[in-house]
RNA sequence: GGCAGCGUAGCUCAGUGGUAGAGCAGGGGAAUCAUAAUCCCUUGGUCGGGGGUUCAAAUCCCUCCGCUGCUACCA
């Protein structure tokens, strides 16, 4: 089954210069939830994150811990290695920049890109500022009465010139708006998209593409005095990992070009305009989708270090718990909008959906099979009218939810495998199966199996958000890890009279507030 | 400044011409299988202000107010 169809999808590689936090483990638990639907769903999926090694600050930190720069990078990359154990995420590699393949890969991108006569070399003139070791625009400057340019840092610029090589950006301008037109959905959400038409639009520049003012970077072939822009190294990252520069045959024919591009929305312009933009000057396809998402504030306030507020992840999962951590993430927020991370939103989303609506309902309903069933499927006689609905709503969800993936709609996701659940916990309540017990214990079991028929449903699709809370309510519907794809929702996978089950054990217990104050 | 978007119930948001919606929060009730969970009913909005088009406007047009994003080479 798998083979044929295939799902690349890439975090950005993380900069090392920053220790994870909520942010970073949004962005790749998006791309997780993606991956691990993908698989279920049949696909050969490629499921890529890793590090972003290179770059001044990156040198500049190194020196100030008195280390060499890969040392550095070694023991900070190993930061967000450590976040996918955490996160329980699924990556199929994890990329470094610093890594021979790596190298290898951006080295041959670049002479590729020479000889199609993309690069040339220039000089690279503006404001620099020594203090700030950054070049300001005219505009950002203000002039004293003696003339001096002074950033708006307060620090004094003056006007250099260096060597360096560029790319012919401005030579893609239209082909980029072509492409843009052309792929309406290659960049998500709307919003984001209109932003960079309209940049585009208003007039491309050649970029820059190479420093000569601090080491820590790729070689430019042929030239050593020059080291590689970052974003051209750091971008090449999506194609190195399939095993660019070899593009016959091999990952590189079987998973190119990439079906998602997952960024912050401060990444965006280098993924949708810089990226499709070096790819088709190098003759290679651009990715098909480009998805922007939002921030996270906390209590309502801008995440900083000096407000002291950054939330490490692994705070929030000691705190919360990690199932319930990446349902909140996912489901608080419509994807791709800014969010707030509260704690009374957090505890809300725990107790009310987690705890009362999803666990709840199958904590009831297999209590009531272990004690009245004989701790087995049960076994089920004629459907109602009642029985087929609450089945068919659960029956119906793949395609629904299918709908939503795929455009990255997650919070819709969940409110749609949540609008059954509503569904299912009115049908205990109209049913009784605690009366019928006494009245009609026939009815009882046609009622519990369709209850757990439609918690079998529930499970298998909420594996991607919660994979770990998904696979014990599967266990104690006695289905084992072969029976948890996709293929198996709907009749042809449908529990089997009989089966025994597990005593039922709280999936998803509700969080209480420490005693204080 | 320019361009774009937003402003709808206490909170988060859906709704783009035809009698104001959801979830959560608040109030009342039912039930008792279950993690005191569930289910039903319900309070609450002159849809930012003003003007206009229309038989009809949250929805179209104008204007004002407020907020946000983008306006390139640190990553």
Same mark, same amino acid.
């Given at each position: ?10 975090? %950005? *590689? ?10 970073? #483990? ?30 001044? @600050?990156?040198?500049?930190? #190194? ?5 060499? %720069? ?8 190993? &930061? ?36 199609? /006569? ?50 012919? =950006? ?20 709307? /919003?984001?998209? &209109? ?26 072939? /042929? ?11 750091? !971008?090449?990252?999506? *194609? ?23 960024? /912050? ?36 306030? @801008? ?26 993430? !996912? ?16 505890? &809300?989303? *725990? &107790? ?38 609450? !089945? ?62 439609? *918690? ?17 309510? !599967? ?13 198996? =929702?709907? %009749? ?9 089950? %597990? ?15």
């Amino acid at each position: 089954m798998a083979g044929s169809k295939t799902y690349y999808l890439t975090t %950005p *590689i993380y900069y090392v210069n920053d220790v994870p936090h909520i942010g970073h #483990a949004y962005t790749t638990l998006a791309c997780d939830v993606l991956a691990r639907f993908m698989r279920l769903d049949g696909y050969d999926v490629r499921f890529l994150t890793g590090t972003d090694e290179h770059g001044q @600050k990156v040198e500049k930190s #190194a020196m100030a811990a008195g280390i060499a %720069p890969q040392e550095f990078t070694d023991r900070v990359s190993q &930061n967000f290695r450590d976040l996918v154990g955490l996160m329980n995420y699924s990556n199929d590699d994890f990329i470094r920049t610093t890594e021979p393949r790596h190298v290898k890969s951006v080295q041959a991108l670049w002479k590729r890109l020479q000889d199609r /006569g993309e690069i040339y070399l220039g000089s690279y003139a503006g404001w620099y500022s020594v203090r700030d070791e950054a070049f300001y625009g005219e505009d950002e400057l203000t002039t004293t009465p003696t003339g001096r340019k002074i950033a708006p840092t307060g620090a004094e610029c003056e006007w250099v010139e260096e060597p360096s090589y560029f790319f012919r =950006l401005s030579a893609w301008q239209d082909r980029l708006l072509a492409f843009y037109e052309q792929n309406p959905d290659f960049i998500l959400p709307p /919003g984001k998209r &209109n932003e960079v038409v309209a940049f585009v639009k208003s007039g491309l520049k050649d970029l820059s593409i190479s420093r000569t003012t601090f080491k820590w970077g790729i070689p430019v072939p /042929g030239d050593e005095a020059h080291i590689m822009y970052v974003w051209l190294d750091a !971008l090449t990252n999506y *194609i190195t990992a399939v095993g660019y520069p070899e593009t016959e045959g091999g990952d590189y024919a079987k998973y190119w070009p990439a079906d998602l591009h997952m960024v /912050g929305k401060d990444i965006l312009r280098f993924h949708a305009v810089y990226w499709p933009a070096f790819l088709m000057a190098a003759g290679l396809e651009p990715p098909k989708r480009v998805f922007a998402h939002g921030w996270w504030t906390i209590e309502g306030q @801008k995440m900083s270090k000096s407000l002291g507020n950054v939330i490490a992840p692994e705070t929030l999962v000691n705190t919360y718990g990690l199932e319930q951590t990446r349902y909140f993430l !996912l489901r608080e927020v419509p994807f791709g909008n800014d969010g707030d991370f509260s704690h009374r939103a957090m505890v &809300n989303r *725990i &107790n009310g959906d987690l705890a009362n609506d999803y666990g709840n309902l199958v904590q009831r309903v297999l209590s009531m099979i272990g004690k009245n069933c004989g701790a087995a499927v049960p076994q089920p006689g004629p459907f109602t009218e009642a029985d087929e609905r609450l !089945l068919g709503s659960a029956h119906g969800l793949l395609d629904a939810v299918r709908r939503e993936i795929q455009v990255q709609a997650f919070h819709k996701v969940l409110d749609t495998v949540w609008a059954v659940i509503g569904d299912a916990n009115r049908y205990v309540d109209e049913q009784a199966p605690w009366a019928l017990r006494k009245t009609d214990p026939a009815r009882m079991a046609t009622v519990l199996y369709v209850l757990a028929e439609t *918690i079998r449903h529930l499970g298998i699709l909420t594996q991607p958000i919660m994979p770990a809370a998904s696979a014990r309510i !599967l266990e104690l519907l006695g289905q084992g890890e072969d029976a948890r794809g996709f293929d198996r =929702l709907g %009749p042809a996978g449908a529990l089997v009279a009989g089966t025994p089950l %597990p005593t039922p054990q709280g999936v998803f217990p509700r969080y209480v507030e420490d005693a204080k104050s």
